[in-house]
């Protein structure tokens, strides 16, 4: 695709319960990120990937949270034992590494509610 | 990692130049600014990156004194469409490390 796809868009879970977010990245950018968005607040940066490797993972909020990636591609996001704190928008960034001028490009997130 | 700080939030008034300053003291010699835009429901998108001096496209400008301490986003005559959230970002250009945003300026533009 054109840009950087995240589903699902929306995810309901009751409190307890395992999530798993997606991230299809634009082809060709080999670094990805995850950032956490809370309700009219900034992003929190949670991990990032070069390539299948994650050197920087010090921003996941607790052993609840891991993501991975596979084939320098899809990564995923998973929540275990969600809680209603974890309540936000998910966004995902792909990047292309090297090429100056190379910004962020974000998916539209996906809006997770723990009920 | 260098922190950037923002204005909370700002007003303007369509027609009129909205300039956003962004202060990152410990800007590291390698690091690039850039300047992203974010509406509601939707990820941040890309406005403008810059090194040093000034840099211009077709929707902003973006100055950045000698010392590169600080970066202001210069948005001129804005219109209702350009009230959203402006972010300052501070790190290596294309990636390669943890890329830190701050809290963001919620700029509101009036009729």
């Known amino acids: 695709g054109a840009g950087v796809s995240q589903s699902p868009s929306n995810k309901v879970t009751e409190k307890g319960k395992d999530v798993e977010l997606r991230c299809d990245p634009i082809?060709?950018?080999?670094?990805l990120y995850w950032y956490r968005q809370s309700l009219g607040q900034g992003l929190e940066f949670l991990i990032y990937?070069?390539?299948?490797?994650?050197?920087?993972k010090s921003g996941l909020p607790s052993d609840r949270f891991s993501a991975e990636r596979t084939g320098g591609s899809v990564s995923t996001l998973t929540i275990q034992r969600t809680q209603q704190e974890d309540s936000a928008v998910y966004l995902c960034a792909s990047i292309k590494p090297g090429v100056l001028n190379s910004p962020l490009h974000f998916g539209n997130g996906t809006r997770l509610t723990v009920t | 990692l260098a922190k950037t700080t923002q204005p909370i939030s700002m007003d303007s008034y369509e027609g009129q130049e909205v300039n956003i300053t962004c202060s990152h003291n410990n800007i590291a010699t390698n690091d690039y600014i850039t300047w992203y835009q974010q509406f509601p429901s939707q990820g941040p998108r890309f406005i403008i990156q810059?090194?040093?001096t000034k840099v211009t496209n077709e929707v902003a400008s973006l100055f950045i004194p000698a010392d590169r301490k600080s970066s202001t986003l210069s948005l001129p005559r804005v219109s209702l469409s350009d009230t959203a959230v402006y972010y300052c970002?501070?790190?290596?250009?294309?990636?390669?490390?943890?890329?830190?945003f701050g809290a963001g300026t919620r700029l509101a533009v009036h009729p």
């Open positions: 990937f070069q390539g299948n490797s994650a050197p920087d």
């Open positions: 082809s060709g950018h080999t670094a």
């Open positions: 810059g090194y040093k």
């Open positions: 970002l501070v790190g290596l250009s294309g990636g390669y490390n943890k890329l830190i």
